[in-house]
């Protein structure tokens, strides 16, 4: 009774609608990234500058996560993602209307601060299945937030070649603008019991830390993996860029559709999600990523394994990420959103730090240099799994245990 429910509630074609808005939601923290050039000339700034907007774009979407996407503890979220939606539709106009890139910058944060409907969309379908089952269903979710951050990249590229960065801008706008009319009509009302106090809210946070060890854990898997997925994605383009290569920014940028290919393939991990043994594919999903690695550094000048190399990390950065969010969304419903909003602050905190190693290792060691780097964050990730597991057995041993 309770699975019919959730069918209905959340039927399959709406299911992929939300992941969907997922996808271009996240590709919004993504488009200017390959637009840089042209704002640049937009702008009349120097290089060096215009990586301040990427900058501002993802700190917003830090600050959205800290002290947004827990709002959803306390108000309807339903409202709370068509207000995101919205606000990031508006906010992207905006952008293309100023002449100064003070207001750029200004403005970029606030596209970021507000860019956060697919991280309050995912607890609040999680939150309202009552069933069981969401291992599937946050894994499609979960495909197109991994599929933005690829997407937006290959969209904004090619609208931008073939118009401006402003073109860019002013469609997804009005894609944004026409899911949030049709999201009005058919999303469902949300249904969680909510919290009194959003002070108590922010408050409880920093505890849920100490007190959910699955949070913990996730968040070293979830930061690890994200680091090294961008120390690869960060060193690949020097590396098509260079000998034996020498590719363009278009050759280059076909990669993303490898990283997408393997995003998809990874699907099949929602289901892992329910398993009694989720750490150990946790694990599973790490050593293929450590694999990976081995195989750049050693022949990372062969076209062929570096195509399948690209292919397999994502399939095990993809597959991370889905098991970790569906071992969170096994937590209590009415904390949903303030655990998403730890989890992912984590994550994104992993994947800029990746961002500065693999452009420094790349910078001091080459491709080896990045192999050894990638390697040992995940290995890190993978002896504190070992070492949790080892206490764990020790205090079912002794008999011990901490005090609540």
Not at 105 to 134: D, E, H, M, R, Y
Not at 158 to 183: C, D, E, S
Not at 350 to 363: E, K, M, P, Q, R
Request: with cysteine; hydrophobic share 50%; glycine share 10%.
């Amino acid at each position: 009774m309770k699975l019919a429910a959730d069918r209905k509630m959340f039927s399959l074609p709406l299911q992929w609608l939300l992941a969907a808005v997922c996808a271009i939601a996240v590709a919004n923290l993504y488009y200017d990234q390959v637009l840089l050039s042209d704002i640049i000339k937009s702008f009349n700034i120097e290089p060096n500058q215009s990586g301040l907007l990427l900058t501002v774009i993802q700190a917003g979407y830090t600050l959205g996560l800290v002290f947004i996407v827990p709002l959803g503890d306390r108000f309807n979220r339903r409202k709370l993602i068509l207000i995101s939606l919205l606000l990031s539709a508006f906010w992207l106009v905006m952008m293309t209307l100023v002449s100064s890139f003070m207001l750029l910058l200004v403005l970029g944060l606030c596209l970021g601060f507000s860019t956060v409907s697919a991280q309050l969309i995912i607890p609040f379908v999680s939150s309202n299945i009552q069933s069981g089952k969401k291992g599937p269903i946050i894994s499609r979710l979960l495909t197109g937030i991994f599929l933005g951050v690829l997407l937006g990249r290959v969209f904004g590229g090619w609208i931008g070649q073939l118009f401006n960065w402003q073109t860019v801008h002013w469609v997804a706008a009005f894609i944004l603008l026409v899911i949030a009319g049709y999201l009005f009509i058919k999303l469902p009302d949300d249904q969680t019991p909510k919290q009194p106090s959003y002070k108590q809210i922010l408050r409880s946070m920093i505890p849920l830390l100490r007190e959910e060890p699955v949070l913990r854990e996730t968040i070293i898997l979830g930061g690890a993996a994200f680091a090294a997925f961008n120390i690869f994605w960060v060193s690949l383009t020097f590396m098509l860029n260079g000998a034996p290569y020498h590719f363009d920014s278009g050759a280059i940028g076909m990669f993303g559709i490898i990283g997408i290919a393997g995003a998809i393939a990874a699907g099949f991990s929602g289901r892992l999600s329910d398993s009694r043994h989720v750490q150990m594919w946790n694990i599973v999903a790490l050593l293929m990523m450590i694999l990976s690695f081995v195989v750049v550094g050693l022949s990372w000048n062969h076209l062929i394994l570096l195509i399948a190399v690209t292919f397999l990390l994502d399939v095990g950065s993809r597959m991370n990420m889905t098991l970790n969010q569906g071992r969170i969304y096994q937590l209590a419903p009415e904390k949903h959103s303030r655990l998403n909003s730890l989890y992912m602050v984590g994550y994104y905190f992993g994947g800029s730090a990746g961002s500065g190693i693999g452009s420094l290792s790349f910078h001091f060691g080459l491709v080896p240099g990045v192999a050894i780097s990638g390697c040992l964050v995940l290995a890190l990730a993978i002896l504190y799994i070992g070492r949790v597991k080892n206490e764990g057995y020790n205090r079912k041993k002794t008999g011990w245990s901490k005090p609540a």
